[in-house]
Structure formats: C-alpha cells, structure tokens
C-alpha cells in the first residue's frame, strides 16, 4: 500500500469507530447491555473493525511509499 491507500484506510476506520460508539450508545445496546450484559454484536464489530483498520491506515500512512 501507499501513503493515499493509508490514508484512505484511516479515514474509513474513523468512520466505522464514528459508527460504533453511535450504535454502542442506542437504545438496543443500551438494553441490551443492561439485559445480558454485554452491547450488541453490530457496535462491537463496527468498533472493532474500526480500530483495525485505523490501526493499520495509521500504520501505513507513516511508513508508506510516497507514490
């Protein structure tokens, strides 16, 4: 990859964190963290995923080949 893939991959995975927290703050996981104990699958997947991939954008941008 190279520093504009990075970047990309960055942004995206802001994005996806973006709407995680919002899906981890619903009322659905809300209940469903107070019911079961845990939030929902689809926040705890979105906010995975967008580490991840913030992670490796990051990780890419800083390194990457410049073309």
Do not use: D, Q
């Not at 990075?6 to 919002?22: E, N, S």
């Not at 845990?38 to 997947?45: D, F, Q, V």
């Amino acid at each position: 990859m190279n520093k504009v893939t990075g970047l990309v991959v960055l942004i995206v995975g802001c994005i996806l964190l973006y709407y995680g927290w919002k899906s981890h703050e619903s009322v659905a996981s809300v209940v469903s963290s107070s019911v079961s104990g845990t939030p929902t699958n689809k926040s705890l997947w979105l906010l995975a995923l967008g580490l991840l991939a913030a992670i490796a954008g990051l990780f890419e941008t800083l390194r990457g080949k410049t073309h």
